[in-house]
C-alpha cells in the first residue's frame, strides 16, 4: 500500500538555522508588544496623577478663597485666634464722643474696627462703666497712639462720673470764709483755730463749722466718704475738687473708721462697686480667689495688667483679708 503523502509538509520543513530564525523572530515581535503596552500603561498612569495633583490643587484653592471669606465676614473670629493688627493714629477720625452712650456705628465712626465697637457695647450690656476717660484706654486692642488720640475727644457725663469724679485740669474749688458772716448761733458758729476735727465721723454739721466749708461742700464731703467708705489721707478731697492745702490744719483721719470690703467673701458686683475698683479689677481678684484661695494681700496682683501701682496702694486700704 502507498503511504498518504500531505503535499504541504514540506512547506513546513525548517533547518535548524530557519528554526533559530523563527524563534529569534517571534522574541522580537513579543517584546515590541510587551514595550508598547509597557509604553501605553506609564503614560496612562502619568495622566492620572497629573489629574489628581491638579485636582488636589483646585481644591486647596477653593478651601484658601473660603477662609480668606470667612475672616472678611467675621472679623471677630479671626481675632480669636490671630492678634488684631492695630491701627494706624492717621486711620482715626476724632469727634467728641461719650463712651457709655455711644453705639456701635457712632464707635465705627471714630476709626475703630467692628470687633472693638461690639466689645465696647457689650462691656456696657454687661453693667460696666466708663467713669473717667482713662478707663477707656483699657479697651483690648487700643493702643497709646490711639488713646492719646482720642482722650481730648471722650465726655464723660455728670452721672456716669458720679462714683468716681473726673479730676479736672481747672483750678480747684478756693474755700474762702463768706462775705458775710452767718447768723451768730450756736450751731453756725465757727471753730477757732487749732481745733481738729475727725474727717471720718465728722457729721455735715461739724464739717460746717471749719472756716471755709459750707452746706454745698460739707455735704460733698459727707457723700464721697460714704461712697469710699471713709478716707485714709487728706489728699483725698482733690478727687471732689477741694483744695485739701487749706483744710489739713482742721483734720485729723481715724483710719481704723474706715469701712472695709471682706474681699474673700464679696463677689464682683459688691467689688466693682468701689470707686477704686473697675469690673476688670474685680473679675480679677474674684477669679484668683476661686483658683488659689483665700487672699492673704494684693502682693499675687503686681504683675496683673488690670492694676497699676497705684491702684494696688489705694485699694487696699478699703480690703479686708480675713
Same mark, same amino acid.
Given at each position: 500500500?502507498?503511504?498518504?503523502?500531505?503535499?504541504?509538509?514540506?512547506?513546513?520543513?525548517?533547518?535548524?538555522?530557519?528554526?533559530?530564525?523563527?524563534?529569534?523572530?517571534?522574541?522580537?515581535?513579543?517584546?515590541?508588544?510587551?514595550?508598547?503596552?509597557?509604553?501605553?500603561?506609564?503614560?496612562?498612569?502619568?495622566?492620572?496623577?497629573?489629574?489628581?495633583?491638579?485636582?488636589?490643587?483646585?481644591?486647596?484653592?477653593?478651601?484658601?478663597?473660603?477662609?480668606?471669606?470667612?475672616?472678611?465676614?467675621?472679623?471677630?473670629?479671626?481675632?480669636?485666634?490671630?492678634?488684631?493688627?492695630?491701627?494706624?493714629?492717621?486711620?482715626?477720625?476724632?469727634?467728641?464722643?461719650?463712651?457709655?452712650?455711644?453705639?456701635?456705628?457712632?464707635?465705627?465712626?471714630? &476709626?475703630?474696627?467692628?470687633?472693638? @465697637? /461690639?466689645?465696647?457695647?457689650? %462691656? +456696657?450690656?454687661?453693667? =460696666?462703666? !466708663?467713669?473717667?476717660?482713662?478707663?477707656?484706654?483699657?479697651?483690648?486692642?487700643?493702643?497709646?497712639?490711639?488713646?492719646?488720640?482720642?482722650?481730648?475727644?471722650?465726655?464723660?457725663?455728670?452721672?456716669?462720673?458720679?462714683?468716681?469724679?473726673?479730676?479736672?485740669?481747672?483750678?480747684?474749688?478756693?474755700?474762702?470764709?463768706?462775705?458775710?458772716?452767718?447768723?451768730?448761733?450756736?450751731?453756725?458758729?465757727?471753730?477757732?483755730?487749732?481745733?481738729?476735727?475727725?474727717?471720718?465721723?465728722?457729721?455735715?454739721?461739724?464739717?460746717?463749722?471749719?472756716? &471755709?466749708?459750707?452746706?454745698?461742700? @460739707? /455735704?460733698?464731703?459727707?457723700? %464721697? +466718704?460714704?461712697?469710699? =467708705?471713709? !478716707?485714709?489721707?487728706?489728699?483725698?478731697?482733690?478727687?471732689?475738687?477741694?483744695?485739701?492745702?487749706?483744710?489739713?490744719?482742721?483734720?485729723?483721719?481715724?483710719?481704723?473708721?474706715?469701712?472695709?470690703?471682706?474681699?474673700?467673701?464679696?463677689?464682683?458686683?459688691?467689688?466693682?462697686?468701689?470707686?477704686?475698683?473697675?469690673?476688670?479689677?474685680?473679675?480679677?481678684?474674684?477669679?484668683?480667689?476661686?483658683?488659689?484661695?483665700?487672699?492673704?494681700?494684693?502682693?499675687?496682683?503686681?504683675?496683673?495688667?488690670?492694676?497699676?501701682?497705684?491702684?494696688?496702694?489705694?485699694?487696699?486700704?478699703?480690703?479686708?483679708?480675713?
Amino acid at each position: 500500500m502507498m503511504k498518504r503523502r500531505f503535499f504541504f509538509k514540506d512547506y513546513l520543513f525548517f533547518s535548524p538555522a530557519e528554526r533559530r530564525g523563527v524563534l529569534i523572530l517571534l522574541a522580537l515581535i513579543l517584546a515590541v508588544l510587551l514595550l508598547g503596552e509597557g509604553l501605553a500603561f506609564f503614560r496612562m498612569r502619568s495622566g492620572s496623577l497629573s489629574a489628581q495633583s491638579g485636582t488636589a490643587d483646585t481644591l486647596q484653592a477653593r478651601l484658601d478663597s473660603f477662609l480668606a471669606s470667612v475672616r472678611a465676614a467675621s472679623p471677630s473670629a479671626v481675632r480669636h485666634t490671630d492678634k488684631p493688627r492695630p491701627l494706624q493714629g492717621s486711620r482715626l477720625s476724632p469727634f467728641p464722643f461719650n463712651p457709655n452712650t455711644a453705639d456701635s456705628s457712632e464707635l465705627c465712626r471714630l &476709626g475703630l474696627p467692628g470687633w472693638m @465697637a /461690639r466689645n465696647v457695647v457689650r %462691656y +456696657r450690656e454687661a453693667g =460696666g462703666r !466708663f467713669r473717667k476717660p482713662a478707663d477707656f484706654s483699657r479697651i483690648y486692642g487700643l493702643t497709646e497712639e490711639q488713646f492719646a488720640v482720642l482722650e481730648p475727644y471722650i465726655r464723660i457725663s455728670a452721672s456716669d462720673a458720679a462714683e468716681v469724679p473726673v479730676r479736672h485740669e481747672e483750678p480747684p474749688v478756693l474755700l474762702l470764709p463768706p462775705a458775710e458772716p452767718p447768723t451768730d448761733t450756736l450751731q453756725w458758729r465757727k471753730y477757732s483755730p487749732g481745733t481738729l476735727v475727725d474727717l471720718n465721723r465728722a457729721d455735715t454739721t461739724e464739717l460746717k463749722r471749719i472756716p &471755709g466749708i459750707g452746706s454745698g461742700i @460739707a /455735704r460733698r464731703i459727707a457723700a %464721697y +466718704r460714704q461712697h469710699l =467708705g471713709g !478716707f485714709y489721707r487728706i489728699e483725698q478731697l482733690e478727687e471732689i475738687n477741694l483744695d485739701y492745702t487749706q483744710l489739713e490744719e482742721w483734720f485729723s483721719i481715724d483710719t481704723a473708721a474706715l469701712r472695709r470690703i471682706p474681699v474673700n467673701r464679696a463677689g464682683v458686683d459688691r467689688l466693682r462697686s468701689h470707686p477704686y475698683i473697675d469690673f476688670y479689677q474685680a473679675k480679677a481678684l474674684v477669679e484668683y480667689r476661686r483658683k488659689h484661695g483665700r487672699l492673704k494681700s494684693l502682693k499675687p496682683f503686681v504683675l496683673y495688667d488690670e492694676f497699676t501701682p497705684e491702684d494696688l496702694e489705694r485699694i487696699t486700704h478699703y480690703l479686708s483679708f480675713e
